[in-house]
């Protein structure tokens, strides 16, 4: 008898699309963390944006990578099928959560406002979750092993 679970088409989009998304938070995590004159020019950062991010605590800055480095993570394992990509897109809510507790309590300058729009924190939380809420449910049928 063969168990084997068929990968649907579905996990190839959304693995490949959840990549690319997650690769610009890695890169943008990376980048602004190394100081990248190119990538801040690149992603139009005012001098009041990049004062900004310099203010992170640690703490903040832990959850920046943990949220962006544990999606791009998560993502590589669910093209993987590892059933660890679960694992690591809750590490990525969690880190998320971090930052946006951080954010919330940090006066965003308004040069920074404009480059980054209102609606931006509400995308990626949904992405996210869904991202989690998808990871899971294709543990749950057996698809990630």
């Known amino acids: 008898m063969d168990t084997t679970t068929r990968t649907p088409w579905h996990l190839w989009v959304i693995g490949v699309v959840s990549l690319l998304w997650n690769s610009i938070g890695a890169a943008d995590y990376i980048f602004s963390s190394l100081r990248s004159e190119a990538w ?8 009041a944006g990049i004062a900004y ?48 507790v951080y954010e919330a309590g940090a006066e965003m300058p308004p040069e920074l406002a404009e480059v980054q729009p209102a609606w931006f924190p509400v995308v990626l939380w949904a992405i996210a979750i869904l991202l989690f809420l998808y990871s899971w449910m294709m543990k749950k049928r057996g698809v990630l092993k």
């Not at 801040?40 to 001098?47: G, L, V």
């Open 40 to 47: 801040f020019k690149m992603m139009q950062y005012p001098e």
């Open 53 to 100: 991010l310099d203010q992170f605590p640690a703490w903040a800055h832990g959850g920046w990578a943990l949220g962006t480095l544990g999606a791009f993570v998560g993502s590589i394992l669910l093209l993987a099928r590892s059933r660890h990509a679960f694992v690591a897109f809750a590490i990525s809510l969690l880190g998320i959560a971090i930052t946006t």
